[in-house]
């Protein structure tokens, strides 16, 4: 854990670094195509960009210390106003993509291993295979094709329409806010938007997710203890379902940590094609136009993330193996 | 000796298939007991004793074993004609079984009083009388009367503060303790027949003495049969009533104990009992049994020891011998049962 600031401010030096480094003008581009000279060097010296790399270095440190991101030099937003507006989007897709992959993965993997080499097993490992091999962009595509273009269930993306009130702002993922809401029809419609999206990113941590609980399910059912259990007459479906369920988990939430901070950096792809208004779109947007604020801003909340996502999966061990615990 | 036999063994043959071919681990195995007998069952490895004992409860996962032939006869039921919800019915209720290592056969997920619970529900399905509470009595009711019955299982078997200690996981117990807890979990359905595979091998000598004083004690209380399954044949002259020896997938030698180690009869069994180093033996004085175990895949075609039997005739290799009884019940499966005639 005290290892995550110096790879966050490891992260900031890059960032700056290769930010100052690729070829190009950011401010020629911000200050727009028909500014002179003299208006550039104006519009530099109005971010502080004149000045030497190593003082705007040390000036943005100094801010992040009180929550000071910087500003986008395009729409001269301060960057923390973005990052509150895009992270919960991301966040939603990701834990709901998540959710899927859990909910989904995990009794399948467990299934897959209790019918080895049965019909369950194979069907499970070919589409495992088939989800992994895909890739998300390419089954977003065919998602948008068949569920909004030929059947029209789904909306083609976005997060909520336009003309739509949306519930009202509480933890900013739109499912929550509109059940806080007591909305219905706001949560439907949000859940609407989410699906697509969700299940395009969910397929490959779900198949991953599910081939290490078979694995792991497979090998804890070879240990001394599930004899025991199955000599002392308890059901194989209590066995598998509580005993053998439990320890096979713990070996497959290590995948589930390192998948969740996978997928936070993964969302760029995904959000593109839907459209969905999260970090991904926004550091998109930023790249394209050397706006490098934002993108610091987005690699400094990302990696917060996944730091947190693995401290999670820490926690979590020691709810499920109590051996852990004391150790 | 009128009763009939709890556990009645009938030539039972079992194969297993291996890359190499399929071996022929139990070749008409032959073991009846009673309730209040504690039978050992002794050999070296791979002599098919664990797999008697699994084959009882039916825990040989087949394939790759396959069932030749034989009965196993429990209470007068063919166990070997039972599906597994029948041998389900069967496990943890009538018989019990505890395993060799005890830091293995607990669920290190869980604390010791939910795995017990589960087993006495379990045993209670079968027979609403291991709880004693009333058959309309709500799910809470019945997981409050197993854990009752939980912590009193586990003060039987010697573990001290056992209303506390109910609730902790199985690595903050001793190895001994373990054992003990596992015993718990054997006893707690209230078995008529218990089957331990090598229940001491993983212990200290003194946890060991322990363990078998309490195995003792728990056969008498609840006048059980018991399979205990060794390679040790001090475990044996210590705990068991009667002994059999086992040899390549064959018993060679069974009986009371003190009969067959006193006058042991199969010449396995002789050899067996000289190859244990006791104090008086002197630096090169001690006996091992040369050549070695066959291959069970193309088994010897009359005794299965008559290639390192130093007695063994040409009638020997001919067809495996039967067992004869020769008093008492002590049987030898040998064409020359008796004392020694050992040119020395």
């Known amino acids: ?327 | 000796m009128t009763e009939p036999p709890l556990l009645d063994i009938r030539d039972l043959h079992l194969s297993m298939t291996s890359f190499d071919g399929e071996a022929h681990v139990l070749a008409g195995v032959n073991l009846s007991v009673r309730r209040n007998e504690v039978w050992g069952v002794v050999g070296e490895t791979g002599c098919g004793k664990s797999l008697t004992g699994l084959s009882i409860s039916r825990l040989v996962p087949s394939p790759p074993a396959r069932y030749l032939g034989g009965k196993i006869l429990f209470d007068g039921r063919d166990l070997l004609s039972l599906d597994e919800a029948g041998m389900r019915n069967l496990r943890g209720h009538r018989i019990g079984m505890i395993f060799q290592d005890p830091t293995t056969n607990l669920n290190p997920a869980f604390r010791i009083g939910e795995q017990l619970v589960d087993v006495a529900l379990a045993a209670d399905r079968r027979n609403p009388d291991i709880l004693g509470v009333a058959a309309r009595a709500g799910r809470r009711a019945r997981r409050r009367a197993a854990r009752d019955l939980a912590v009193r299982t586990l003060a039987e078997v010697g573990i001290t503060d056992a209303a506390e200690r109910i609730d902790a996981y199985p690595h903050e117990f001793s190895g001994g303790m373990r054992q003990r807890v596992l015993i718990a979990m054997a006893l707690i359905g209230r078995p008529d027949l218990l089957i331990a595979d090598e229940p001491t091998t993983a212990l200290d000598v003194s946890v060991q003495s322990q363990i078998l004083a309490l195995l003792a004690g728990m056969v008498r209380d609840h006048a059980m049969g018991v399979i205990l399954i060794t390679h040790n044949l001090g475990v044996v002259a210590k705990a068991c009533s009667h002994v059999a020896v086992m040899y390549a997938g064959v018993i060679v030698e069974s009986g009371p104990v003190a009969a067959v180690l006193r006058k042991p009869s199969h010449p396995y069994t002789r050899a067996l009992m000289s190859s244990i180093p006791t104090s008086g033996v002197r630096r090169g004085e001690l006996k091992g049994l040369p050549g070695q175990v066959p291959n069970l895949i193309k088994p010897p075609r009359g005794c299965r020891f008559a290639p390192r039997c130093a007695q063994a005739a040409e009638a020997c290799r001919a067809g495996p011998p039967r067992p004869v009884d020769i008093g008492g019940g002590h049987m030898a499966a040998c064409l020359k049962p008796g004392p020694a005639a050992e040119a020395a």
Request: glycine content about 8%.
């Open chain 1, 1 to 327: 854990m005290f290892l995550t600031i110096p790879v966050l401010l490891g992260l900031t030096v890059l960032v700056f670094a290769i930010g100052r480094l690729l070829p190009g003008d950011p401010v020629a581009l911000a200050a727009g195509p028909n500014a002179t000279p003299a208006e550039i060097a104006a519009y530099a010296r109005e971010f502080g960009l004149d000045r030497p790399v190593w003082v705007q270095y040390t000036s943005y440190l100094t801010g992040l210390l009180g929550g000071n991101f910087g500003v986008s030099i395009f729409t001269r937003r301060p960057v923390i106003e973005d990052l509150i507006a895009y992270t919960p989007a991301t966040l939603e897709l990701v834990f709901a993509a998540m959710a899927l992959a859990i909910l989904i993965g995990i009794p399948a993997g467990l299934a897959a291993a209790v019918y080895r080499d049965r019909w369950p097993d194979y069907l499970s490992r070919v589409a495992a295979l088939g989800a992994i091999s895909m890739p998300r962009f390419f089954l977003g595509l065919l998602l948008q094709l068949a569920f909004a273009m030929w059947l029209g269930w789904l909306p083609l993306g976005g997060r909520f329409p336009l003309t739509d009130d949306p519930p009202r702002l509480v933890t900013g993922f739109l499912t929550v806010d509109a059940l806080i809401a007591q909305d219905l029809s706001a949560f439907w419609t949000a859940c609407r938007h989410l699906a697509m999206p969700a299940i395009a990113m969910s397929l490959s941590p779900l198949a991953t997710i599910m081939r290490m609980m078979r694995a792991s399910t497979l090998e804890v059912m070879q240990q001394d203890y599930v004899m025991t259990e199955r000599a002392l007459g308890l059901s194989q479906r209590l066995i598998v379902t509580k005993y053998v369920a439990r320890n096979a988990i713990s070996a497959t939430l290590t995948v589930i940590g390192l998948y969740f901070g996978w997928l936070l950096g993964g969302t760029v792809l995904v959000e593109t094609i839907f459209d969905w208004p999260g970090l991904g779109l926004y550091a998109t947007k930023a790249v394209v136009t050397q706006d490098f604020m934002p993108v610091i801003g987005v690699t400094l909340v990302i990696g917060t993330l996944f730091v947190c996502a693995n401290l999670l999966v820490d926690v979590l061990y020691g709810v499920i193996n109590p051996k852990v615990r004391t150790e």
